[in-house]
């Protein structure tokens, strides 16, 4: 009994799927993961996934999607598996195609947000809703993380076979850190005692769009000096955004890189941002709320299905320079922050990862049912 994990890069099955993978496990399946990355594979194979290197691009026009199709094709010819679970729109939309001929297993797709929403460019539209709506034809089952994907998704099947689950699921942290720990932490990032910190965790790219926070740190930080900004990540945007810092002459900006400790780092968190052009449900900003620590996100699809404005934090429009600074500046007051902590923890609690568990659990097993032996 086999069963396939599916996603462009190998980092995208360690990041959420570990606890469905060991679900499987302990029913007995043999786990197979297709992507890429040298490092995620090498943690996969510690916990006993079979790899299998497929060279997906992200870039849905990219030549090197024909390779990974025909390495698809081969694959399912070579083994049989009870379910293929598929995730990032180039993988799923590859690896639905190769399987779709398949008269063995069942296909689900988790959608972690669709390119095409409201708001989105045209081009989204015209390139990602015809891919989506054709590989509907070759997917046994749906699910989607928001509300908005989930009435999309519904264009494009019936709603039976669709879901709407709360997102991967998210953990509270086992290791919690004493104050000296705390302490330490914030002197190896070279941070005052009397810091407040904000908290951006997401890959240096356009999409997350830290460009509309840095255009308002000045005065940001005018408000309040303690302010102090941990930029968490590493993408194609890393060099533009440390020059605009170094070029504008920003103080109280820290570039950390890609970091496992992220965890440990929202502990010494004081607020936690997101600012996102698009989003399917981010865990980031879960893992926070799980953290008892409020949020200034962007009225973003998935964004606004976590964070209630004035409620746990605050939801700001797009290029509202200053809805933005208004928003920092109340939370540089502590007992809004514990008040808007405390709601976000209540609000997680839907989201929390045994409860999402639970969903997928019998969404693979109706699916699990289905297959001939």
């Given at each position: 009994m086999n069963i396939l994990f599916v996603a462009s890069v190998y980092r995208h099955?360690?990041?959420?799927?570990?606890?469905?993978?060991?679900?499987?496990?302990?029913?007995?399946?043999?786990?197979?993961?297709?992507?890429?990355?040298?490092?995620?594979?090498?943690?996969?194979?510690?916990?006993?996934?079979?790899?299998?290197?497929?060279?997906?691009?992200?870039?849905?026009?990219?030549?090197?999607?024909?390779a990974a199709y025909k390495q698809l094709q081969q694959l399912f010819l070579k083994e049989k598996f009870d379910l293929v679970h598929v995730h990032t729109p180039v993988a799923a939309l590859l690896t639905r195609a190769a399987f779709r001929k398949n008269k063995h297993g069942k296909m689900v797709y988790t959608a972690h947000g669709f390119h095409f929403f409201s708001g989105?460019?045209?081009?989204?539209?015209?390139m990602y809703y015809p891919a989506e709506k054709l590989a509907a034809k070759w997917t046994d089952h749906l699910i989607t993380i928001n509300e908005e994907d989930f009435k999309n998704a519904q264009k494009l099947l019936p709603k039976e076979k669709i879901s709407l689950v709360h997102g991967v699921g998210v953990e509270i942290a086992q290791?919690?850190?004493?104050?000296?720990?705390?302490?330490?932490?914030?002197a190896t990032l070279n941070l005052n005692n009397d810091a407040i910190i904000i908290a951006y965790i997401a890959e240096l790219n356009g999409n997350k769009n830290h460009q509309f926070l840095l255009r308002n740190w000045r005065k940001i930080k005018a408000t309040t000096p303690q302010f102090e900004l941990l930029i968490i990540g590493t993408g194609d945007k890393e060099q533009q955004?440390?020059?605009?810092?170094?070029?504008?002459?920003?103080?109280?900006?820290?570039?950390?890189?890609?970091?496992?400790?992220?965890?440990?780092?929202?502990?010494?968190?004081d607020v936690v941002t997101l600012l996102s052009y698009r989003e399917g449900l981010p865990k980031s900003i879960m893992e926070a709320m799980a953290e008892s620590i409020p949020c200034i996100v962007a009225n973003t699809r998935g964004l606004r299905d976590l964070v209630k404005s004035n409620d746990s934090g605050f939801v700001v429009?797009?290029?509202?320079?200053?809805?933005l600074v208004k928003a920092f500046s109340a939370l540089s007051e502590k007992p809004l922050r514990e008040k808007m902590g405390l709601r976000s923890k209540q609000l997680i609690e839907p989201f929390l990862l045994d409860n999402v568990i639970e969903e997928y659990t019998k969404i693979y097993s109706q699916l699990v049912k289905q297959v001939k032996r």
């Open positions: 099955i360690t990041a959420f799927h570990i606890p469905y993978i060991q679900y499987f496990q302990k029913k007995g399946y043999t786990v197979y993961a297709a992507g890429t990355g040298d490092e995620d594979k090498k943690n996969l194979e510690k916990i006993n996934v079979t790899c299998i290197d497929i060279p997906f691009s992200r870039s849905p026009l990219n030549s090197q999607n024909i989105a460019p045209m081009l989204n539209w015209l290791h919690c850190l004493t104050d000296e720990e705390k302490q330490k932490l914030r955004l440390k020059t605009i810092v170094a070029n504008e002459q920003l103080e109280g900006i820290h570039f950390l890189g890609y970091r496992r400790d992220v965890p440990a780092l929202l502990q010494i968190s429009n797009h290029s509202e320079d200053t809805e």
